[in-house]
């Protein structure tokens, strides 16, 4: 199946330094994007990525993506204890009729510690 | 203001006993999914709608069903909750037609515990 596999599974770093976290996939995509999930809630969309773009930013975060790698790194910069949160990838498969649900990675868990 | 809304956001049930989940979103979006996420697990999509016609993935047991009476509302029914259907579960909208340019929009979920 086409998903997405988050590296690392856990990262924990202190306040103040970045958090990089990156995601593989299997198949070609339309686009690629990030959830933020705290613990117990919803998803909460961080940033899409389109196929034909290499790079984004967004605030403190900055999204690359290798379609010929098939892997995408999300980077947060400047971490704060509010980062504390699940991370997800996701991308949707590249198709010409029909709609392309969601296939999510397993997801990063980041701890930001004060 | 909320765009897609899932009711309630919490459901406590007993094993066998049928529940519904609500979700409602106000985008007009004409796609909507339903997710079953367990803990510490990614996202499981169960099924979607594209207006009225209704997609189930190929593993989603006969024991959840999923209505759409208009745009708005989408219904997930657990006939017989187990109690490994204990779980958190999400709506999510999609505009459609727009591929690679649009996101999915996610309700903030609904976590079911069964007795």
């Known amino acids: 199946s086409q998903q997405g596999e988050e590296d690392p599974q856990a990262l924990s770093i202190q306040e103040g330094e970045n958090a990089t976290m990156n995601c593989s996939y299997k198949t070609s995509i339309n686009n690629l994007q990030w959830y933020r999930q705290n613990s117990g809630r919803g998803l909460v969309h961080l940033i899409l990525?389109?196929?034909?773009?290499r790079e984004k930013h967004s605030g403190r975060l900055r999204v690359t993506l290798d379609t010929s790698k098939k892997s995408s790194s999300l980077l947060i910069t400047a971490s704060r204890a509010a980062d504390t949160a699940s991370y997800f990838c996701?991308?949707?498969?590249?198709?010409?009729?029909?709609?392309?649900?969601?296939?999510f990675g397993k997801g990063t868990r980041l701890s930001v510690i004060a | 203001d909320a765009m897609v809304i899932q009711n309630p956001r919490y459901q406590v049930t007993q094993f066998g006993k049928p529940v519904t989940l609500s979700c409602s979103q106000t985008l007009n979006h004409n796609v909507m999914y339903w997710y079953q996420q367990k803990s510490s697990q990614a996202p499981k999509l169960l099924f979607h709608?594209?207006?009225?016609?209704?997609?189930n993935e190929a593993d989603t047991p006969d024991n959840f069903q999923s209505r759409r009476p208009n745009t708005s509302f989408c219904f997930l029914d657990i006939r017989s909750p187990g109690l490994g259907d204990a779980a958190m579960y999400l709506c999510?909208?999609?505009?459609?037609?727009?591929?690679?340019?649009?996101?999915?929009?996610f309700g903030p979920g609904t976590r079911l515990t069964v007795l």
């Open positions: 999510a909208t999609f505009r459609g037609g727009e591929w690679g340019t649009d996101t999915q929009y």
């Open positions: 709608y594209y207006d009225k016609d209704f997609n």
């Open positions: 990525i389109r196929s034909n773009e």
């Open positions: 996701a991308t949707d498969a590249f198709v010409i009729v029909g709609n392309t649900p969601l296939v």
